[in-house]
C-alpha cells in the first residue's frame, strides 16, 4: 500500500527470476537452501501483488472470469508446463531453474503494458498520475470520459473539480499542495499478527 501495486510486482518477479538462476548456481545443498528460502518468500509477494492489482484493474463484471483465467487456469497451466520442462530436460535440476528464471525473466516483457491500480492511485491522492491515466485510456478507447464521471473520480482526490483534470500539470500541483492532506491511519506489520490486544 505504500508504494504501489506495480512496483511491488515488478521488483518481486526480478527478484524470482534473479533467485531461481541464483539456485541453478548453487555450489552446495546449502546455498541452494537459502535461496529457496527466500524465493518461495518472494513468489508470494508476486502472487499477491498480481491478484490485487488484477481485482482492481478488472471491471465488478468481469473480476470472477479474471480469477478463473489467472488462478484457475493459470497455476495448474504452469505447473503442468513445468513437468514437461523437467521431462524435457531429462531431470536435470540446475537447467530447470535456469528455465524457471528465464520464463520470469521474459514474462518482464509484459511490465510496460501493465498500468498502476487506479484506485490505488485515486486513494493516494496521486492527481497527476491519474490525469495521464484517463489521457491514456481516452486515447487508446478514441472516447472520451464523460465529465459527470471525470468529477466524480476528481472529487475522491481534491475538491477543487473536473477542471483540474484537464489542467496543466504545474496548476495541478499547486492545487493538489494547498488541499489539507488526508489523517493518517494506522498502518499495520507482519508482527502485530503475533501481538496481544490491549
Not at 527466500?38 to 478488472?58: D, K, N, Q
Not at 464521471?149 to 492545487?175: A, F, R
Amino acid at each position: 500500500d505504500l508504494i504501489g501495486r506495480r512496483p511491488v510486482l515488478i521488483s518481486s518477479s526480478l527478484l524470482v527470476a534473479l533467485l531461481s538462476i541464483g539456485q541453478g548456481l548453487s555450489p552446495n545443498y546449502y546455498v541452494f537452501i537459502v535461496l529457496r528460502f527466500l524465493s518461495g518468500m518472494v513468489c508470494h509477494a508476486t502472487a499477491l501483488s498480481r491478484f490485487t492489482l488484477l481485482m482492481e484493474l478488472v471491471p465488478e463484471r468481469l473480476k470472477i472470469q479474471a480469477v478463473f483465467i489467472g488462478v484457475v487456469i493459470a497455476v495448474p497451466t504452469s505447473s503442468a508446463l513445468l513437468v514437461l520442462c523437467a521431462y524435457v530436460v531429462n531431470d536435470d535440476w540446475r537447467m530447470i531453474m535456469y528455465v524457471m528464471g528465464g520464463v520470469m525473466l521474459l514474462s518482464m516483457i509484459a511490465i510496460p503494458f501493465i498500468p498502476e491500480s487506479m484506485r490505488w492511485l485515486i486513494a493516494q491522492r496521486k492527481i497527476i498520475k491519474v490525469n495521464k491515466l484517463i489521457n491514456k485510456y481516452e486515447r487508446i478507447n478514441k472516447q472520451e470520459l464523460p465529465p459527470a464521471i471525470k468529477n466524480l473520480l476528481h472529487s475522491y482526490i481534491t475538491p477543487v473539480g473536473v477542471e483540474t483534470l484537464n489542467s496543466e500539470p504545474d496548476m495541478i500541483e499547486k492545487s493538489d499542495r494547498n488541499q489539507p492532506k488526508p489523517p493518517r491511519t494506522p498502518t499495520y506489520g507482519f508482527i502485530d499478527l503475533y501481538r496481544t490486544p490491549q
